[in-house]
């Protein structure tokens, strides 16, 4: 059964320019929540959706948002980028919160 | 509000040592309790979870964890480490409701020497 698909794996981008990341979840998983990874900062919950609905949301500013589609995957979007937004982002999908959530490997966004 | 805090950021072992990896939470209702681990460049992998039912939980690698309500402690567990376990780890929490999120700790650094 595949798993947690995101892409790309790396991508640098220039401060003020915008980014779309994917993620496709595992067959079946309908919950799909956005995490993002620093060194200062540790793991931080961005927002999540289930059947293309937010339903939890992050205390990010409204440069970062998401959207979910209705085959579940889904695409979070930053715009007018900075330099601190530079991390590794992680998607993870779940059926239940009881049977856990499984991790994408992520997406590499480095900010110059 | 729901919080988890794992004590010591890096623990190192010898290999075939025990490995005891802590963790205590925070929560108003009964959690759900969850450890991952992270190896280089990649992302997290689920590594057992406490829902309900038996507080011993085994999970995969020859970890093990222990969910003890009146110490709020989830620590994890594995008696002979392995070069292989090197790795980070985190452990989580949620409540398991709807509109709940997973509250991360801030990682251990696991180092297992030869």
């Known amino acids: 059964k595949a798993g947690v698909t995101q892409t790309p794996r790396y991508l640098i981008k220039t401060r003020g320019q915008q980014v779309t990341l994917s993620c496709s979840p595992i067959s079946g998983h309908r919950s799909v929540s956005w995490y993002q990874q620093t060194p200062g900062q540790g793991l931080q919950f961005l927002f999540e959706?289930?059947?293309?609905?937010?339903?939890n949301k992050g205390n990010f500013p409204g440069r970062f948002s998401g959207r979910q589609f209705s085959n579940s995957r889904s695409e979070m979007n930053v715009s007018t980028l900075e330099l601190g937004d530079s991390a590794l982002y992680l998607c993870?999908?779940?059926?239940?919160?009881?049977?856990?959530?499984?991790f994408g490997s992520g997406t590499r966004l480095t900010v110059v | 509000a729901q919080s988890v805090t794992q004590l010591g950021s890096h623990v190192s072992v010898s290999e075939g040592a025990l490995v005891l990896l802590r963790c205590n939470y925070s929560s108003s209702v009964p959690p759900y309790l969850f450890w991952y681990v992270q190896y280089p460049n990649q992302g997290l992998q689920l590594l057992l979870k406490y829902t309900t039912g038996a507080t011993l939980v085994k999970g995969i690698n020859g970890f093990e964890a222990e969910f003890k309500k009146s110490e709020t402690s989830f620590h994890l567990t594995k008696p002979s480490a392995h070069m292989s376990d090197a790795a980070e780890y985190f452990c989580?929490?949620?409540?398991?409701?709807?509109?709940?999120?997973?509250?991360f700790g801030t990682g251990t650094r696991l180092q297992v020497f030869p």
């Open positions: 989580a929490v949620t409540r398991g409701g709807n509109t709940d999120k997973l509250i």
């Open positions: 993870a999908s779940s059926v239940d919160r009881s049977y856990g959530y499984t």
């Open positions: 959706y289930f059947s293309e609905t937010q339903r």
